[in-house]
């Protein structure tokens, strides 16, 4: 079964600074993709980026990116430019190209520091 | 917005009662996921249907069902409800069919509170 593992609890950041939250999975598939999805305290859950395994670039969108290590099966998200409106909890997930379910990290709650 | 539609927003109901969560999908989302996100555990996918037929089952207990009806709208029934049922439920949706890598979009969820 696959799992997804985001070993950081709690991270911060100053405003303006740039963080990374690190995730690692475990999956016997070679065709699958990944997701950051972030919550902040109202819950709704937001796509921030996504990306698939057999492309080798590595996703970006405005602030957000990503270092995909298919091999060591890593996938953290960096944040440039940090904004308050940041702040919030992210969550890892994986999604297997054969039922398109996500699986979830337990989520890096996020504090940005003005 | 995500285009996902769920109602209600809030619920609050007694133990043992029986309740019936509703989603409505992206327009076009042929596919309908159902998670639970608890206080102190993160998201559990419950089940995901298909263009009105079951795909796929997670840790869904017994007590709970749900269905995908001919317009796509999906209903999540949860009875006997216990003190431990409490939690945030997200209705999720995506375009294609299931293995195709598309994106899932969430709704806003319904929070269920069980006294």
């Known amino acids: 079964a696959q799992t997804v593992t985001q070993s950081q609890p709690e991270m911060s950041v100053q405003e303006a600074e740039t963080v990374t939250l690190s995730c690692t999975y475990d999956t016997s598939e070679s065709d699958y993709y990944l997701f950051w999805y972030k919550q902040p305290p109202s819950r709704q859950m937001i796509l921030v980026i996504r990306q698939e395994a057999y492309k080798q670039q590595n996703a970006t969108e405005n602030r957000f990116s990503v270092n995909f290590q298919k091999a060591a099966k890593s996938f953290s998200l960096k944040i440039s430019d940090s904004q308050l409106g940041d702040a919030a909890m992210y969550f890892c997930?994986?999604?297997?190209?054969?039922?398109?379910?996500?699986?979830f990290g337990q989520g890096t709650t996020l504090q940005v520091k003005p | 917005d995500s285009g996902v539609t769920q109602t209600p927003k809030h619920l609050i109901t007694a133990t043992g009662q029986r309740v019936t969560l509703r989603c409505s999908p992206r327009s076009g989302d042929l596919s309908v996921y159902w998670y639970q996100q608890s206080l102190d555990q993160g998201l559990q996918f419950l089940i995901q249907?298909?263009?009105?037929?079951?795909?796929a089952k997670g840790n869904i207990l017994e007590r709970f069902s749900a269905q995908q009806f001919p317009d796509l709208h999906s209903e999540l029934n949860l009875s006997s409800l216990e003190l431990g049922d409490s939690a945030l439920y997200f209705c999720a949706s995506s375009p294609l069919s299931p293995g195709q890598g598309n994106t899932i979009y969430f709704g806003e969820g319904s929070w269920l509170t069980v006294v």
């Open positions: 249907y298909y263009n009105g037929e079951e795909r």
């Open positions: 997930a994986y999604s297997s190209s054969n039922t398109g379910k996500l699986i």
